[in-house]
């Protein structure tokens, strides 16, 4: 299906086909020698517990494994079914060409460029969609006019119906559906819960019907049921746009398109406001009644009302009676409409992010527009519905040009129509006309006003609201949420939401929560409206912009098809015209020679850098995408020859790649030209590839593999620890039947014959044990699966931080996928194999007599050997030399890590050659040994857990010292492993002094005084085994510590530190939809919210700041050269906060202290300030100041540095040049544009600012050097003292709602970054205490081993009066001295490299904050991990114990 | 000196050798005098070290007494008769059963260790056994260091130096060349002449027979023949075994 899946379906092929090898390598074996096998098998039975620890021994590597894949398995499996979920049966989606130049936006900032940049190119008509779009992202007026005008991009009905036919001709697709796809702001009036960024998916009756829709109970529920809206109106407030421009046209007026609208939008305010002077703003609910007709055209079924008689909705005609109400304790007078309008009103403004000029100017009511307006006020729908009708009245035309006109005309006619509403007296007559209203409108508002003049929602909403109150919900339509909204809206079915259409908000009520909710219901949530209502609502009609598309089989078989789908899809998406005009330009006689020319070229080119055999050519052509290229390109020129366009040719232009080969081509300018633009018309729609359910579904895998390899890499130490543990156990193994092993060799056996007996014994281990593995790696999965979750879940609900709302945005369920699972056994069991066949080789070298003797192997043998002369001496040497080697290049490079592993290669190749040269003298090598291996291991300790910068603060200037995080990183990774080395080299050769150091403190504890002795004596006698156990003890504890220490980092640091934040709390992001109504001045707008009384929390914001920051050219005013710059700019907010968190280290004469400088940066905009690291280093500027050096073109590679004598503590006189960036930078000659000049003034004290680039100034003086307008898209708030931040945070999103803004709490989303770590962070530790088991069942293995070796031994000590709990003591005390070593190795190693870590990459952990180590956790687990290790030590010492002496002697 | 040493009556033991049942002692009567010094000897299979295991508490019998020093061993618990090996008994093995890991002089020690004499005393003590034994300048060697003669040595250090009532040896000598067996044997009898210690000694190395104060002769878990060294008469393979 993909490459990942194929992947991991060839590795457990491979895998399962190397296990079946080894099998049958077995059975071959058995048939050819079966007394063999038998000898091998036949030890398991013979001792059942030890055969039991060893499966579980090498049962646990599988484990590791397993949990890991089956890991990333259950999230790619949970992905997958999410997507699935979401997606349904749609596979594809298909989209107006113009959402795809949308995104090629997104990914290429110069769009805009592409066409001006090269200025041979000939003019180049740009294609009508591209022209859309430039509109359309212009932003401001113009999008919203090209919006109203031409409505949304999209696919026509016809369109799409021609689509639908051929797909239904298509075998591989299923079904389509039309939907129309838009972003919204979307807020839950009931709970009162929003969220900046969610999606209107809209689609009729084929969707349901073809793809499906449940609510999440499961039950089905279909489009056709949703009540319509407001769409209608919408539809009206188009219609009345055009009209309105038309009727100036009528008039002879010649008018811009901006004057229409502000025409139209003075209309719609006063059709709005008129309503407000009902009655002297008292409305009384008995007085309202409402035709039917009226409630009809707003898309409500009226049936149940006409069956009972009525033409009008009133409280009367419900048979409601004012006393009724009375009794009811409502007042029906009561209601104070004007003000409930007003405020109504007010809010819609604010939440446009405006003020209200028109409410404002209005509110006075002009007298003589109240005439010009009275017909259109109180039957507002009547009226509609009569421009609806497409007959527009003479009073209609009149008093709009009135509008238009300026002139204020009282136009005394009658209401065109009477209606009950008209029964609502009209108040007092205005004062001021419609060119006051228009005058007070300035440009800087149009945009929105216009919309909120058309915003017909607020109209009559009160009418709404009354009715409400007797159970009529007469304007709300209905949506379908998805779950996801749900949880994010807190939103329930029956509540109503705000839906945002651009600016306006548009009232929906739930009517079911549902499952499948289109592509982007996994992500966002997701409101489903009738295609019509969307149509209407988004001014599309007759549009969609989305096809769905299903491929054949079902929700998930489906995908398999996508590519061919996609194909198919592509050639159906080419307009017909526009595709014969392509062929007609590409058979051109001056094209088409060219192009046949070239076609051959390219194949050359391709196949030209490669000499490999045919077949490698034909697989890389087959996977390269350039390959299907080739292909096209290939087969075009003789398509091209053929008569008509052939299905081929068709296939072959629906390529983008080749299109963009083809433009590419040296073609007359012309039929370039042509060319461009018939490509631009050639696609009605296309396919949004990144939307494929396959592209989730990869991304989905791939997110497994991950997380797999994240587990794996994690699991490694452990995973490793396994390895050992087989090798431990097969060497004891083998010691144990040494002296079988040696009579076997003696009565000729060869020596393949003894490993192919230990190999038959292995494998059967081996397979019980991979098989155990498995099951238990599976139990350990779904344990995790379950805090995974957990983790994910808190995320997510902190992730809306600000509604604070409990979702879950993720859920995992438990999948292990067979692959992964056979993977992971057929590697336990290869792992295990190969180690076994590596062991049992080593074992089968034995000296056929010391072996039967049970005599100590002598190595005489080896020494003998020339070769193995040469290796022991060659390769001390060696390491010595590389050693040094490495020492000089970390002097010369001042890399600390590289002279240290120089220092270690050194001292582990001197102490060996110490060891050649010792040996053959006199004295005895067990003290050579000692000698020189402790010296190795107090070596390594000194070189690698020292902190050397710390011990020697005297040399911290030095450069080897200044430690960067990688090189920090690379000294840990090396070191980890070498302190437990250096540590464990120096116990197991010293501990003897241990054993004195006991006698000599416990001497009078009488009876212990033996026991002690010897079970410190055992294991130093077997240092290899008592080695590799406390190793991996130590490796496994060591990680464990480390990452509890880096989480009790995690979890100190709560508080964000100053520097990041500048003493800011809240940030306040612009989203997708603050397009439509960007914020520009948040403390002007707050000023005007609070003076305005609304929202009183916003009084509680004690700054607002903000920076903008900017790549530019840059130079030194001494240099000739630019190189490139980030600078950033602050405004009065930002420098107001500023010196509370920031400092200078240097200063430029003139200014005294810190205080002087910012003031200075607040008032000249001639001084900048810069952090600490853009001053050139010593070395760094005597490298460019070198004769020969690197030169001045590429001064310090090409960054912008100060020159060094900026680093001391008075600034010189430093001026450095921008500009605006240009393309020309690197010629450095010429200046086009303007520079500005700049001085430094000071120096940062250090390099984290909230502001991130290392040069700042004002905004002013940034303003002048960008050239750009400032659009700020971020907000720093900064609250009052003792305030509430969340509710601070919350009322300025609610306040900038309807800009989309979001807020959030700095320091609450440091946190949960910190809590989403230390979540991850915890999860791998456990993950790595897995490894621990491996440990513990080392310690087992070996006690069983020693118990059962040392049975005479134990006998002896009996027969000499051991008391039997003094055996078991011993045997006891001996594991512990090992597990106890090991695990305190591997701590002070955690607690070391921990500590390091937390120093490097925790720097705001300073001094005094009060982090103290995790003690009691890390006791915790030591302890832990002791008592588990000594109950596996347990077993073995009390059978040891329980023995009978004589038995014991008796065992040979 | 009236009461015996070693009193056995009647001792009976059987035991498991894969599904056969051995009869290894079929009713054993052996009184043993202090200061004695006893070889049991027969050929191989004949139940001499299951009587030397039974007699010094290192084995359970099935039925029968056994009394040393007048204190019945099934009176003893487990931690009894541990204890009262510790301080009465010493044992010498014919694979000399040192501990690999410790030096010659701990090796020695660890019996007095156990019965809980001081450390200084014990090394004082140790020391003394060691150049008694003639290896006071082998003290501070690993076992793996020594000779097999030096090794046997230690052994007879280590179960004299808690001056014992009792020292069992099985086949001390059988790992032995017969010059440095016969140094060996010269050894013990000397400490048993100086000491008064009573030993029990099984083999089947006329050699020692010999040199023993009585011989009692084993076949198929019984007693055949019990006399001194006069009455003994040497069978051809132990004599063999003195040549090899």
Same mark, same amino acid.
């Given at each position: 299906?993909?490459?990942?899946?194929?992947?991991?379906?060839?590795?457990?092929?491979?895998?399962?086909?190397?296990?079946?090898?080894?099998?049958?390598?077995?059975?071959?074996?058995?048939?050819?020698?079966?007394?063999?096998?038998?000898?091998?098998?036949?030890?398991?039975?013979?001792?059942?517990?030890?055969?039991?620890?060893?499966?579980?021994?090498?049962?646990?590597?599988?484990?590791?494994?397993?949990?890991?894949?089956?890991?990333?398995?259950?999230?790619?499996?949970?992905?997958?079914?999410?997507?699935?979920?979401?997606?349904?049966?749609?596979?594809?989606?298909?989209?107006?060409?113009?959402?795809?130049?949308?995104?090629?936006?997104?990914?290429?900032?110069?769009?805009?460029?592409?066409?001006?940049?090269?200025?041979?190119?000939?003019?180049?008509?740009?294609?009508?969609?591209?022209?859309?779009?430039?509109?359309?992202?212009?932003?401001?007026?113009?999008?919203?006019?090209?919006?109203?005008?031409?409505?949304?991009?999209?696919?026509?009905?016809?369109?799409?119906?021609?689509?639908?036919?051929?797909?239904?001709?298509?075998?591989?697709?299923?079904?389509?559906?039309?939907?129309?796809?838009?972003?919204?702001?979307?807020?839950?009036?009931?709970?009162?819960?929003?969220?900046?960024?969610?999606?209107?998916?809209?689609?009729?009756?084929?969707?349901?019907?073809?793809?499906?829709?449940?609510?999440?109970?499961?039950?089905?529920?279909?489009?056709?049921?949703?009540?319509?809206?407001?769409?209608?109106?919408?539809?009206?407030?188009?219609?009345?746009?055009?009209?309105?421009?038309?009727?100036?046209?009528?008039?002879?007026?010649?008018?811009?398109?901006?004057?229409?609208?502000?025409?139209?939008?003075?209309?719609?305010?006063?059709?709005?406001?008129?309503?407000?002077?009902?009655?002297?703003?008292?409305?009384?609910?008995?007085?309202?009644?409402?035709?039917?007709?009226?409630?009809?055209?707003?898309?409500?079924?009226?049936?149940?009302?006409?069956?009972?008689?009525?033409?009008?909705?009133?409280?009367?005609?419900?048979?409601?009676?004012?006393?009724?109400?009375?009794?009811?304790?409502?007042?029906?007078?009561?209601?104070?409409?004007?003000?409930?309008?007003?405020?109504?009103?007010?809010?819609?403004?604010?939440?446009?992010?405006?003020?209200?000029?028109?409410?404002?100017?209005?509110?006075?009511?002009?007298?003589?527009?109240?005439?010009?307006?009275?017909?259109?006020?109180?039957?507002?729908?009547?009226?509609?519905?009569?421009?609806?009708?497409?007959?527009?009245?003479?009073?209609?035309?009149?008093?709009?040009?009135?509008?238009?006109?300026?002139?204020?005309?009282?136009?005394?006619?009658?209401?065109?129509?009477?209606?009950?509403?008209?029964?609502?007296?009209?108040?007092?007559?205005?004062?001021?006309?419609?060119?006051?209203?228009?005058?007070?409108?300035?440009?800087?508002?149009?945009?929105?006003?216009?919309?909120?003049?058309?915003?017909?929602?607020?109209?009559?909403?009160?009418?709404?609201?009354?009715?409400?109150?007797?159970?009529?919900?007469?304007?709300?339509?209905?949506?379908?949420?998805?779950?996801?909204?749900?949880?994010?809206?807190?939103?329930?079915?029956?509540?109503?939401?705000?839906?945002?259409?651009?600016?306006?908000?548009?009232?929906?009520?739930?009517?079911?929560?549902?499952?499948?909710?289109?592509?982007?219901?996994?992500?966002?949530?997701?409101?489903?409206?009738?295609?019509?209502?969307?149509?209407?609502?988004?001014?599309?009609?007759?549009?969609?912009?989305?096809?769905?598309?299903?491929?054949?089989?079902?929700?998930?078989?489906?995908?398999?098809?996508?590519?061919?789908?996609?194909?198919?899809?592509?050639?159906?998406?080419?307009?017909?015209?526009?595709?014969?005009?392509?062929?007609?330009?590409?058979?051109?006689?001056?094209?088409?020679?060219?192009?046949?020319?070239?076609?051959?070229?390219?194949?050359?080119?391709?196949?030209?850098?490669?000499?490999?055999?045919?077949?490698?050519?034909?697989?890389?052509?087959?996977?390269?995408?350039?390959?299907?290229?080739?292909?096209?390109?290939?087969?075009?020129?003789?398509?091209?020859?053929?008569?008509?366009?052939?299905?081929?040719?068709?296939?072959?232009?629906?390529?983008?790649?080749? *299109?963009?080969?083809?433009?590419?081509?040296?073609?007359?300018?012309?039929?370039?030209?042509?060319?461009?633009?018939?490509?631009?018309?050639?696609?009605?729609?296309?396919?949004?590839?990144?939307?494929?359910?396959?592209?989730?579904?990869?991304?989905?895998?791939?997110? /497994?593999?991950?997380?797999?390899?994240?587990?794996?890499?994690?699991?490694?130490?452990?995973?490793?620890?396994? =390895?050992?543990?087989?090798?431990?156990?097969?060497?004891?193994?083998?010691?144990?039947?040494?002296?079988?092993?040696?009579?076997?060799?003696?009565?000729?056996?060869?020596?393949?014959?003894?490993?192919?007996?230990?190999?038959?014994?292995?494998?059967?281990?081996?397979?019980?044990?991979?098989?155990?593995?498995?099951?238990?790696?599976?139990?350990?999965?779904?344990?995790?699966?379950?805090?995974?979750?957990?983790?994910?879940?808190?995320?997510?609900?902190?992730?809306?931080?600000?509604?604070?709302?409990?979702?879950?945005?993720?859920?995992?369920?438990?999948?292990?996928?067979?692959?992964?699972?056979?993977?992971?056994?057929?590697?336990?069991?290869?792992?295990?194999?190969?180690?076994?066949?590596?062991?049992?080789?080593?074992?089968?070298?034995?000296?056929?007599?010391?072996?039967?003797?049970?005599?100590?192997?002598?190595?005489?043998?080896?020494?003998?050997?020339?070769?193995?002369?040469?290796?022991?001496?060659?390769?001390?040497?060696?390491?010595?030399?590389?050693?040094?080697?490495?020492?000089?290049?970390?002097?010369?490079?001042?890399?600390?890590?590289?002279?240290?592993?120089?220092?270690?290669?050194?001292?582990?190749?001197?102490?060996?050659?110490?060891?050649?040269?010792?040996?053959?003298?006199?004295?005895?090598?067990?003290?050579?040994?000692?000698?020189?291996?402790?010296?190795?291991?107090?070596?390594?300790?000194?070189?690698?857990?020292?902190?050397?910068?710390?011990?020697?603060?005297?040399?911290?200037?030095?450069?080897?010292?200044?430690?960067?995080?990688?090189?920090?990183?690379?000294?840990?990774?090396?070191?980890?492993?070498?302190?437990?080395?250096?540590?464990?080299?120096?116990?197991?050769?010293?501990?003897?002094?241990?054993?004195?150091?006991? /006698?000599?403190?416990?001497?009078?504890?009488?009876?212990?005084?033996?026991?002690?002795?010897?079970?410190?004596?055992?294991?130093?006698?077997?240092?290899?085994?008592?080695?590799?156990?406390?190793?991996?003890?130590?490796?496994?504890?060591?990680?464990?510590?480390?990452?509890?220490?880096?989480?009790?980092?995690?979890?100190?640091?709560?508080?964000?530190?100053?520097?990041?934040?500048?003493?800011?709390?809240?940030?306040?992001?612009?989203?997708?939809?603050?397009?439509?109504?960007?914020? *520009?001045?948040?403390?002007?707008?707050?000023?005007?919210?609070?003076?305005?009384?609304?929202?009183?929390?916003?009084?509680?914001?004690?700054?607002?700041?903000?920076?903008?920051?900017?790549?530019?050219?840059?130079?030194?005013?001494?240099?000739?050269?630019?190189?490139?710059?980030?600078?950033?700019?602050?405004?009065?907010?930002?420098?107001?906060?500023?010196?509370?968190?920031?400092?200078?280290?240097?200063?430029?004469?003139?200014?005294?202290?810190?205080?002087?400088?910012?003031?200075?940066?607040?008032?000249?905009?001639?001084?900048? =300030?810069?952090?600490?690291?853009?001053?050139?280093?010593?070395?760094?500027?005597?490298?460019?100041?070198?004769?020969?050096?690197?030169?001045?073109?590429?001064?310090?590679?090409?960054?912008?540095? +100060?020159?060094?004598?900026?680093?001391?503590?008075?600034?010189?006189?430093?001026?450095?040049?921008?500009?605006?960036?240009?393309?020309?930078?690197?010629?450095?000659?010429?200046?086009?544009?303007?520079?500005?000049?700049?001085?430094?003034?000071?120096?940062?004290?250090?390099?984290?600012? +909230?502001?991130?680039?290392?040069?700042?100034?004002?905004?002013?003086?940034?303003?002048?050097?960008?050239?750009?307008?400032?659009?700020?898209?971020?907000?720093?708030?900064?609250?009052?003292?003792?305030?509430?931040?969340?509710?601070?945070?919350?009322?300025?999103? *609610?306040?900038?709602?309807?800009?989309?803004?979001?807020?959030?709490? +700095?320091?609450?989303?440091?946190?949960?970054?910190?809590?989403?770590?230390?979540?991850?962070?915890?999860?791998?530790?456990?993950?790595?205490?897995?490894?621990?088991?491996?440990?513990?069942?080392?310690?087992?293995?070996?006690?069983?081993?020693?118990?059962?070796?040392?049975?005479?031994?134990?006998?002896?000590?009996?027969?000499? /009066?051991?008391?039997?709990?003094?055996?078991?003591?011993?045997?006891?005390?001996?594991?512990?001295?090992?597990?106890?070593?090991?695990?305190?190795?591997?701590?002070?190693?955690?607690?070391?490299?921990?500590?390091?870590?937390?120093?490097?990459?925790?720097?705001?952990?300073?001094?005094?904050?009060?982090?103290?180590?995790?003690?009691?956790?890390?006791?915790?687990?030591?302890?832990?991990?002791?008592?588990?290790?000594?109950?596996?030590?347990?077993?073995?010492?009390?059978?040891?114990?329980?023995?009978?002496?004589?038995?014991?002697?008796?065992?040979? | 000196?009236?009461?015996?040493?070693?009193?056995?009556?009647?001792?009976?033991?059987?035991?498991?050798?894969?599904?056969?049942?051995?009869?290894?002692?079929?009713?054993?009567?052996?009184?043993?005098?202090?200061?004695?010094?006893?070889?049991?000897?027969?050929?191989?299979?004949?139940?001499?070290?299951?009587?030397?295991?039974?007699?010094?508490?290192?084995?359970?019998?099935? #039925?029968?007494?056994?009394?040393?020093?007048?204190?019945?061993?099934?009176?003893?618990?487990?931690?009894?008769?541990?204890?009262?090996? #510790? %301080?009465?008994?010493?044992?010498?093995? %014919?694979?000399?059963?040192?501990?690999?890991?410790?030096?010659?002089?701990?090796?020695?020690?660890?019996?007095?260790?156990?019965?809980?004499?001081?450390?200084?005393?014990?090394?004082?003590?140790?020391?003394?056994?060691?150049? %008694?034994?003639?290896?006071?300048?082998?003290?501070?060697?690993?076992? #793996?260091?020594?000779?097999?003669?030096?090794?046997?040595?230690?052994?007879?250090?280590?179960?004299?130096?808690?001056?014992?009532?009792?020292?069992?040896?099985?086949?001390?000598?059988?790992?032995?060349?017969?010059?440095?067996?016969?140094?060996?044997?010269?050894?013990?009898?000397?400490?048993?002449?100086?000491?008064?210690?009573?030993?029990?000694?099984?083999?089947?190395?006329?050699?020692?027979?010999?040199?023993?104060?009585?011989?009692?002769?084993? %076949?198929?878990?019984?007693?055949?023949?019990?006399?001194?060294?006069?009455? #003994?008469?040497?069978?051809?393979?132990?004599?063999?075994?003195?040549?090899?």
């Amino acid at each position: 299906m993909n490459l990942l899946n194929n992947l991991s379906t060839n590795t457990a092929i491979a895998l399962t086909a190397a296990v079946v090898l080894i099998l049958l390598y077995l059975v071959l074996l058995w048939l050819r020698n079966p007394v063999l096998i038998k000898l091998g098998i036949r030890n398991i039975p013979r001792r059942p517990t030890q055969s039991v620890l060893i499966v579980i021994g090498l049962a646990l590597s599988t484990i590791i494994i397993v949990s890991a894949l089956s890991t990333g398995d259950t999230l790619t499996y949970s992905l997958r079914r999410q997507a699935v979920a979401a997606y349904g049966e749609v596979d594809e989606i298909l989209a107006p060409p113009l959402l795809s130049l949308f995104v090629s936006l997104s990914d290429n900032q110069d769009f805009g460029d592409e066409t001006t940049t090269d200025p041979d190119a000939p003019p180049v008509e740009v294609s009508e969609s591209q022209q859309v779009l430039e509109n359309l992202t212009s932003g401001g007026l113009t999008s919203v006019l090209t919006i109203l005008e031409g409505g949304l991009p999209g696919i026509t009905t016809a369109r799409y119906e021609q689509l639908r036919a051929e797909a239904a001709a298509d075998p591989l697709i299923d079904r389509v559906a039309a939907s129309i796809l838009f972003p919204t702001i979307i807020r839950n009036t009931t709970t009162g819960q929003g969220e900046p960024l969610g999606f209107i998916f809209a689609v009729d009756n084929d969707y349901d019907q073809s793809f499906g829709l449940t609510n999440i109970e499961g039950e089905p529920v279909v489009m056709e049921s949703l009540k319509p809206g407001v769409g209608n109106i919408f539809a009206q407030a188009s219609n009345l746009f055009g009209l309105a421009g038309e009727l100036a046209r009528q008039a002879g007026l010649d008018l811009n398109i901006s004057d229409v609208a502000l025409a139209t939008a003075s209309i719609g305010e006063i059709l709005t406001t008129a309503q407000t002077s009902v009655e002297n703003g008292n409305l009384d609910l008995a007085q309202i009644s409402i035709p039917l007709e009226t409630i009809e055209q707003l898309g409500v079924d009226t049936t149940a009302l006409r069956e009972q008689g009525l033409s009008a909705l009133s409280l009367a005609s419900l048979g409601i009676t004012t006393d009724t109400l009375q009794s009811m304790g409502i007042t029906t007078t009561t209601l104070n409409l004007d003000t409930l309008t007003l405020n109504n009103l007010a809010l819609g403004a604010t939440t446009l992010g405006t003020t209200t000029p028109i409410t404002a100017t209005t509110v006075a009511t002009p007298s003589a527009a109240t005439a010009t307006a009275t017909p259109f006020v109180s039957p507002l729908t009547t009226t509609l519905a009569s421009t609806a009708t497409g007959a527009p009245t003479a009073t209609a035309a009149s008093a709009i040009t009135a509008a238009l006109t300026n002139t204020p005309t009282p136009v005394a006619t009658a209401p065109i129509t009477t209606s009950p509403t008209a029964t609502i007296p009209v108040a007092t007559p205005a004062t001021t006309g419609i060119a006051g209203a228009l005058s007070a409108l300035s440009l800087d508002t149009l945009t929105t006003d216009i919309l909120s003049a058309l915003n017909l929602n607020t109209l009559s909403s009160e009418i709404d609201r009354v009715l409400a109150q007797v159970g009529l919900q007469l304007r709300q339509g209905d949506v379908y949420l998805n779950r996801l909204g749900a949880e994010q809206l807190d939103a329930r079915v029956g509540d109503v939401l705000d839906v945002y259409v651009g600016p306006i908000p548009i009232p929906f009520r739930v009517k079911a929560i549902v499952e499948e909710a289109g592509p982007l219901g996994a992500l966002f949530p997701v409101v489903m409206l009738r295609l019509d209502e969307a149509q209407q609502l988004l001014f599309m009609n007759g549009k969609v912009n989305n096809v769905l598309v299903s491929n054949l089989g079902d929700d998930l078989s489906g995908v398999e098809h996508t590519d061919a789908v996609s194909q198919r899809l592509r050639v159906l998406a080419m307009d017909e015209t526009a595709l014969q005009q392509v062929v007609a330009i590409l058979r051109r006689a001056d094209v088409q020679p060219r192009l046949v020319a070239a076609a051959g070229d390219a194949q050359e080119a391709v196949m030209e850098g490669f000499e490999g055999p045919q077949i490698i050519a034909d697989l890389i052509q087959e996977f390269s995408p350039l390959g299907g290229m080739m292909d096209g390109v290939r087969d075009l020129a003789n398509e091209l020859t053929k008569p008509d366009v052939s299905d081929r040719l068709r296939q072959i232009l629906a390529d983008t790649t080749i *299109r963009g080969w083809l433009l590419e081509q040296e073609f007359p300018a012309d039929a370039k030209a042509e060319l461009t633009v018939a490509f631009g018309e050639l696609n009605t729609f296309d396919v949004i590839d990144p939307l494929s359910k396959s592209t989730l579904l990869t991304v989905g895998d791939a997110a /497994g593999g991950i997380f797999s390899s994240i587990f794996s890499l994690f699991g490694f130490f452990s995973i490793l620890a396994g =390895i050992l543990l087989i090798f431990l156990i097969f060497v004891m193994l083998a010691t144990e039947r040494r002296s079988e092993m040696g009579m076997a060799r003696a009565i000729g056996m060869q020596r393949r014959h003894l490993v192919q007996m230990f190999v038959a014994e292995g494998m059967i281990y081996d397979l019980v044990a991979a098989a155990i593995g498995v099951l238990l790696g599976l139990a350990v999965t779904y344990v995790m699966v379950d805090f995974l979750g957990d983790i994910f879940n808190n995320l997510a609900s902190q992730v809306g931080s600000q509604v604070g709302s409990q979702s879950s945005l993720f859920r995992f369920y438990f999948h292990a996928a067979p692959t992964s699972t056979i993977i992971a056994y057929c590697l336990g069991v290869l792992l295990t194999f190969l180690v076994v066949t590596f062991s049992a080789w080593r074992v089968s070298r034995l000296n056929i007599v010391s072996a039967i003797r049970d005599l100590p192997q002598e190595s005489e043998e080896s020494r003998r050997s020339w070769l193995a002369r040469i290796w022991n001496w060659g390769s001390a040497l060696v390491l010595a030399a590389l050693g040094g080697y490495l020492l000089w290049l970390g002097l010369q490079m001042a890399l600390l890590s590289i002279l240290l592993a120089g220092g270690t290669f050194l001292l582990i190749g001197l102490c060996l050659l110490a060891n050649r040269v010792l040996e053959p003298t006199r004295l005895r090598n067990e003290r050579i040994h000692r000698w020189t291996y402790t010296l190795m291991g107090v070596g390594l300790l000194a070189l690698w857990a020292v902190p050397w910068p710390r011990v020697l603060p005297q040399f911290s200037d030095n450069p080897i010292f200044q430690a960067s995080p990688d090189q920090t990183l690379l000294t840990l990774a090396l070191g980890g492993p070498l302190i437990i080395l250096g540590a464990i080299l120096t116990v197991t050769f010293n501990a003897d002094v241990l054993t004195w150091f006991v /006698g000599f403190v416990l001497g009078g504890i009488g009876q212990l005084t033996p026991v002690l002795k010897t079970a410190i004596a055992y294991p130093l006698s077997a240092r290899f085994r008592t080695g590799m156990t406390m190793l991996m003890f130590a490796m496994i504890i060591s990680t464990v510590v480390l990452m509890s220490v880096v989480i009790r980092a995690t979890q100190t640091i709560v508080v964000l530190d100053e520097r990041e934040t500048a003493g800011f709390e809240i940030r306040a992001d612009s989203t997708l939809l603050s397009f439509f109504a960007p914020l *520009r001045d948040m403390p002007a707008k707050i000023a005007e919210l609070v003076a305005a009384g609304e929202y009183p929390l916003l009084q509680q914001v004690a700054a607002v700041g903000i920076y903008q920051s900017q790549f530019v050219d840059a130079r030194n005013t001494t240099d000739s050269r630019w190189s490139g710059l980030s600078i950033a700019g602050m405004d009065e907010g930002y420098l107001a906060q500023a010196p509370a968190a920031y400092h200078f280290q240097a200063r430029a004469a003139g200014f005294a202290d810190d205080a002087a400088i910012w003031e200075a940066l607040r008032t000249r905009d001639d001084v900048a =300030i810069v952090k600490p690291n853009l001053v050139a280093s010593a070395e760094e500027e005597n490298e460019v100041g070198q004769p020969g050096g690197m030169g001045d073109r590429a001064r310090f590679g090409g960054r912008f540095r +100060l020159p060094a004598s900026a680093g001391g503590e008075t600034l010189p006189d430093l001026f450095v040049e921008l500009r605006a960036e240009t393309e020309e930078n690197s010629t450095g000659t010429s200046v086009s544009s303007t520079s500005h000049r700049v001085q430094i003034i000071g120096v940062l004290d250090d390099t984290t600012t +909230l502001a991130d680039a290392p040069l700042q100034m004002n905004l002013r003086a940034f303003g002048t050097i960008t050239g750009a307008p400032i659009e700020p898209s971020q907000f720093y708030v900064k609250v009052q003292p003792g305030a509430d931040v969340r509710a601070v945070a919350q009322e300025v999103e *609610r306040a900038f709602l309807g800009n989309g803004i979001n807020a959030m709490i +700095l320091a609450e989303s440091f946190a949960q970054g910190q809590a989403f770590t230390r979540g991850i962070l915890q999860l791998f530790q456990g993950f790595m205490a897995l490894g621990l088991l491996v440990g513990i069942a080392a310690l087992g293995v070996i006690t069983s081993r020693t118990v059962v070796e040392r049975r005479q031994q134990v006998g002896m000590l009996r027969a000499i /009066g051991y008391q039997a709990r003094m055996i078991a003591l011993s045997f006891v005390l001996e594991a512990s001295f090992i597990a106890i070593t090991g695990l305190l190795i591997g701590a002070i190693t955690g607690i070391v490299l921990g500590d390091s870590i937390v120093r490097t990459f925790f720097t705001a952990l300073t001094p005094e904050t009060n982090f103290t180590l995790p003690w009691g956790q890390i006791g915790l687990i030591l302890l832990v991990a002791y008592l588990f290790a000594l109950l596996t030590a347990i077993v073995p010492a009390y059978q040891a114990a329980k023995t009978y002496p004589a038995e014991a002697l008796r065992y040979e | 000196m009236n009461q015996p040493m070693i009193q056995a009556r009647q001792v009976h033991k059987t035991f498991q050798a894969g599904k056969i049942e051995v009869h290894a002692l079929r009713g054993i009567d052996l009184t043993v005098a202090p200061g004695e010094m006893v070889a049991i000897m027969g050929p191989s299979g004949c139940g001499k070290t299951t009587l030397l295991n039974c007699l010094s508490g290192l084995d359970d019998f099935d #039925a029968g007494e056994v009394e040393i020093e007048g204190v019945n061993l099934r009176a003893m618990n487990d931690r009894a008769r541990t204890a009262y090996r #510790a %301080q009465r008994m010493g044992f010498i093995f %014919q694979t000399f059963n040192l501990l690999p890991v410790i030096t010659a002089i701990e090796n020695v020690e660890l019996p007095l260790l156990v019965s809980g004499v001081r450390p200084a005393e014990a090394r004082r003590r140790s020391t003394a056994a060691l150049a %008694q034994v003639g290896l006071a300048d082998r003290a501070h060697h690993r076992p #793996a260091e020594l000779s097999g003669g030096q090794r046997q040595r230690v052994t007879i250090a280590r179960a004299l130096v808690n001056q014992p009532a009792i020292v069992w040896a099985d086949e001390p000598t059988g790992n032995l060349d017969s010059k440095t067996a016969g140094d060996v044997l010269t050894l013990m009898q000397r400490l048993n002449k100086e000491k008064g210690q009573t030993f029990v000694i099984v083999t089947h190395d006329a050699a020692i027979g010999a040199l023993c104060d009585r011989v009692v002769y084993m %076949q198929d878990g019984l007693i055949v023949a019990d006399g001194n060294e006069a009455q #003994a008469t040497p069978t051809a393979p132990a004599g063999q075994e003195v040549l090899a």
